[in-house]
Every structure is written in structure tokens, then in C-alpha cells.
């Protein structure tokens, strides 16, 4: 009698534990199946940090599964690849969306989505490089003290409607800083010419002024001949000796290097400036009677 108890004690408490079994795993199967839903519809609504919490959750309720896994990661590369592009790291975010394209067993929509993306960073890259090279053109330009020539290669990048994307916005503002030096090296120029011509014609008889004027055009190159010829006013190409000196003393190297200094530790854009530039900046500041560094903070930024 007692052994009969026994077996069906036993088999009760196996139908018992049985049953639960079943129960608990259909139950974690519908919560897998509801987290890779959900996680799939956030997905289609743009909305990746919910995504990867439903698949997280999915993982949670079946562990190592490869599917779950496979959206997971996928993803969070796509969330990546979005990060990197924003910031302006063009290479590494291509390379997460070319690995979410690439991605099997995962997500069509993404697929999708980073096969666009792809195609979109690629176009960002090589508009990026042209505008660089254009940009390298106009600062070589400057430095070369062909200021009007400088501004006219920058009008290629400020009239291209899109060089005002946010993606190009570390270019744009060198852009900007540059024009504007352009703009002050011009006008300091043609101030100082014109001090210069005055100053001369005052003392001199026409064929001395003859003479100057053609010392002064020998030392251009033929396309700055040109240019000053079509110039209407003073010659804005040539350096005189009185645009070199401060208080009658030529400015030096180590000058103009300490004055680079000041004028980037005042928010200025040195980098961006020939040496001649530095040299109208030190003596403008001097005829201004202000410090360089106050000088750099009202006109240079």
C-alpha cells in the first residue's frame, strides 16, 4: 500500500514539474517573441535606443541567440555610423554602414537605410576633398599677397550652396577667417599706397615718379602686372619698404612670429595670415595705438 503511495507521489510531482517546465518556457518564448516584435517596430519608427533595449530584453529571455544578436548589433552599428557622421568623422562612420549593408539574417530596414547612407558619405567625402583642395588654392593665394585673387578662388566655395552644410562647417569658417584677412590685407595695402604715392609725388618731379612706378612693376610676376594694371587705384600686389617697417625700423622675423602668437591667443586666425599680413596687423595696431591683442580682438576676428 505504501508503495503505491509512492508512485503516485512521484508521478504527481513529475506532472508538476513537467507543467511548469512548459509553462515557464512558453511563457519566456512569448516574451522573446514580443521583445524581437517590438524591437523590430522601433526599428521602423527611428527609434534605435528602444531597439537595442527589446533585443537586449530578447537575449535576455533566450541567451546566445544569434538572431536576437544579429539585430543587436546591427543596430547599434547603424547608432554608430549616425554618431560618426554627425561629428564629422566621415571615414569611420561609411565603414559602420557599410557593415550594417552588409549585415545577413538582420534587419531589411537597415540594410536599406545604410545602403543610402553609404552612397550619401561617399558624395560628403569627395565634395569634401574638392573644397579642401579649392580652399588650399585660395590660401596659397594669400600668403602670395594676391588677396583679390584669394577671395576670388573663395567665391567658388561661399557661391556652391552646398559647402553651407553643416558638413563642411570646419572649411567654411577657415573660409570665412580667410576672406576676411583677405579684406584687411587689401585694404591695409591700398591704404598705405596711397600714403606711399602721396608722399612721393610731393617730392619728386614726374620723371622720378616714372621711375618708381617701374621699379615697382619689375617685381611683379605677369599675371600680378595684370592685375595691378586693371586696378583703378594704388597697386595692391606691391610691397614697399615702408609696409615692412614699424616706426621707420624693418619688422623682423621673430616679430612677426611673436605677434602670430598673440593674435591666435586673442582668438584670431594667424594660421590663416601671410607674414605680411602680420605686419599690417602690428603696424595698424601701433597707428591705432592699441595692443596687438586688443587690435586682433576688434578688427581680426
Same mark, same amino acid.
Given at each position: 500500500?505504501?508503495?503505491w503511495?509512492?508512485?503516485v507521489?512521484?508521478i504527481?510531482?513529475?506532472?508538476?514539474i513537467? @507543467?511548469?517546465?512548459y509553462?515557464?518556457?512558453?511563457?519566456?518564448?512569448?516574451?522573446?517573441?514580443?521583445?524581437?516584435?517590438? @524591437?523590430?517596430?522601433?526599428?521602423?519608427?527611428?527609434?534605435?535606443t528602444?531597439? $537595442?533595449s527589446y533585443?537586449?530584453?530578447?537575449?535576455?529571455?533566450r541567451?546566445n541567440d544569434?538572431?536576437?544578436?544579429?539585430?543587436l548589433?546591427?543596430?547599434?552599428?547603424?547608432?554608430? @555610423?549616425e554618431?560618426d557622421?554627425d561629428a564629422?568623422?566621415?571615414?569611420?562612420?561609411?565603414?559602420?554602414?557599410?557593415a550594417?549593408k552588409?549585415?545577413?539574417?538582420?534587419?531589411?530596414?537597415?540594410v536599406?537605410?545604410a545602403?543610402?547612407?553609404?552612397?550619401?558619405?561617399k558624395?560628403?567625402?569627395?565634395?569634401?576633398?574638392?573644397?579642401?583642395?579649392?580652399?588650399t588654392?585660395? =590660401? @596659397?593665394?594669400?600668403?602670395?599677397?594676391?588677396?583679390g585673387q584669394?577671395?576670388?578662388?573663395?567665391? $567658388?566655395?561661399?557661391?556652391?550652396?552646398?559647402?553651407? $552644410?553643416?558638413?563642411?562647417?570646419g572649411?567654411?569658417d =577657415?573660409?570665412?577667417?580667410?576672406?576676411?584677412?583677405?579684406n584687411?590685407?587689401q585694404?591695409?595695402?591700398?591704404?598705405?599706397?596711397?600714403?606711399?604715392?602721396s608722399?612721393?609725388?610731393?617730392?619728386?618731379?614726374?620723371?622720378?615718379?616714372?621711375a618708381?612706378s617701374?621699379?615697382?612693376s619689375?617685381s611683379?610676376?605677369?599675371?600680378?602686372?595684370? /592685375? /595691378?594694371s586693371?586696378y583703378?587705384g594704388s597697386?595692391?600686389?606691391?610691397?614697399?619698404q615702408?609696409q615692412? $617697417?614699424?616706426?621707420?625700423?624693418t619688422?623682423?622675423?621673430?616679430?612677426?612670429?611673436?605677434?602670430?602668437?598673440?593674435?591666435?591667443?586673442?582668438?584670431?586666425? /594667424?594660421?590663416?595670415?601671410?607674414? =605680411?599680413?602680420?605686419?599690417?596687423?602690428?603696424?595698424?595696431?601701433?597707428k591705432k595705438?592699441?595692443?596687438?591683442t586688443?587690435?586682433?580682438?576688434?578688427?581680426?576676428?
Amino acid at each position: 500500500m505504501k508503495k503505491w503511495v509512492w508512485v503516485v507521489a512521484t508521478i504527481v510531482v513529475a506532472l508538476l514539474i513537467g @507543467g511548469y517546465a512548459y509553462s515557464n518556457h512558453h511563457a519566456t518564448t512569448k516574451e522573446y517573441q514580443a521583445a524581437m516584435a517590438n @524591437g523590430r517596430t522601433a526599428i521602423e519608427s527611428k527609434h534605435y535606443t528602444q531597439a $537595442e533595449s527589446y533585443f537586449q530584453n530578447a537575449l535576455k529571455r533566450r541567451l546566445n541567440d544569434k538572431t536576437a544578436q544579429t539585430y543587436l548589433t546591427q543596430t547599434q552599428r547603424y547608432v554608430s @555610423g549616425e554618431n560618426d557622421l554627425d561629428a564629422r568623422h566621415f571615414a569611420a562612420a561609411q565603414e559602420h554602414y557599410q557593415a550594417v549593408k552588409e549585415t545577413t539574417g538582420g534587419s531589411s530596414i537597415l540594410v536599406t537605410r545604410a545602403t543610402k547612407q553609404v552612397k550619401k558619405v561617399k558624395l560628403i567625402r569627395a565634395n569634401y576633398k574638392q573644397f579642401k583642395k579649392i580652399l588650399t588654392k585660395a =590660401q @596659397g593665394q594669400n600668403k602670395a599677397l594676391n588677396y583679390g585673387q584669394s577671395n576670388t578662388t573663395l567665391d $567658388e566655395l561661399f557661391n556652391n550652396a552646398t559647402f553651407r $552644410e553643416v558638413y563642411y562647417k570646419g572649411l567654411y569658417d =577657415q573660409a570665412l577667417q580667410l576672406r576676411k584677412a583677405n579684406n584687411a590685407g587689401q585694404s591695409s595695402a591700398v591704404t598705405e599706397a596711397s600714403s606711399s604715392e602721396s608722399s612721393t609725388s610731393s617730392s619728386s618731379d614726374d620723371s622720378s615718379s616714372t621711375a618708381t612706378s617701374h621699379s615697382s612693376s619689375a617685381s611683379l610676376t605677369s599675371s600680378e602686372q595684370s /592685375a /595691378a594694371s586693371a586696378y583703378s587705384g594704388s597697386n595692391e600686389y606691391t610691397v614697399t619698404q615702408s609696409q615692412q $617697417e614699424l616706426n621707420g625700423k624693418t619688422i623682423t622675423a621673430a616679430q612677426i612670429n611673436n605677434a602670430r602668437k598673440t593674435i591666435n591667443a586673442a582668438g584670431g586666425q /594667424a594660421d590663416a595670415m601671410s607674414d =605680411q599680413d602680420v605686419r599690417v596687423a602690428i603696424q595698424q595696431a601701433n597707428k591705432k595705438d592699441m595692443s596687438l591683442t586688443k587690435y586682433t580682438a576688434k578688427y581680426l576676428k
